[in-house]
């Protein structure tokens, strides 16, 4: 397997996480989203993934893109250990708590709607990173809730094992951090994060620790 990413990419930590918890190997090829315009706009970068985004999964013939795509592909070709529990309910509960990071918070807050606000749009520095605060703060704020009020963390978003629920926290709580958001408001989410860094296929999957960290 093969995978395009970029160190501070929060969809390529996703993945990364992902390929840890089933043991899977894989060959690690950076796509720097800054240097030289970006290289993820590049004709041959693009030829992989039409979009332009990351991460891009590589598998023999096939390509598989989307994050969240990605990660059930895994969970279905490697089963063992699962990302997501046994029952309907508690699987559209993680999906949801999943979603609402991967399709609520993150997207609002990716790095080419911050070019477009800067660039196009002419917010200062100030300005931009007050959004990304905002936003990440906002959902957090309703994620907290979330969690409390369903009663189903442990160790974990759902119970003592990682889901796909925690593959999405845990790169968010990591931009919330970059922003220096205080994440001990919200102590759900911070006692999972804590947990998660403890645990060998989160801390091995963390930006610093890739290749192309800076």
Not at 163 to 172: E, F, G, K, R, Y
Request: glycine share 4%; with cysteine.
């Amino acid at each position: 397997m093969k995978l395009y990413s970029y160190f501070r990419s929060s969809a390529s930590y996703r993945v990364r996480i992902a390929l840890n918890l089933k043991g899977l190997p894989y060959e690690y090829v950076p796509v720097h989203l800054v240097r030289d315009g970006g290289e993820h706009l590049a004709p041959a970068y693009r030829a992989l993934n039409q979009d332009a985004l990351l991460p891009t999964l590589i598998v023999g013939d096939d390509v598989v893109q989307q994050s969240l795509a990605i990660i059930e592909y895994l969970d279905e070709t490697h089963p063992a250990p699962p990302l997501l529990p046994s029952t309907p309910v508690e699987r559209a509960y993680v999906r949801s708590v999943a979603l609402q990071v991967a399709c609520e918070i993150h997207p609002v807050d990716n790095l080419r709607v911050l070019k477009y606000l800067k660039r196009t749009l002419g917010v200062d520095d100030a300005a931009k990173d007050a959004w990304y605060r905002h936003w990440i703060e906002t959902g957090f704020s309703t994620l907290e809730a979330h969690l409390v009020a369903a009663g189903r963390t442990g160790t974990f978003c759902f119970g003592d094992t990682p889901t796909v629920a925690d593959l999405c926290l845990i790169p968010q709580v990591f931009n919330a951090h970059r922003f220096n958001i205080d994440t001990t408001r919200y102590p759900t989410i911070h006692r999972i994060n804590e947990n998660a860094l403890q645990h060998d296929a989160f801390a091995r999957a963390a930006p610093g620790a890739q290749p192309d960290a800076e």
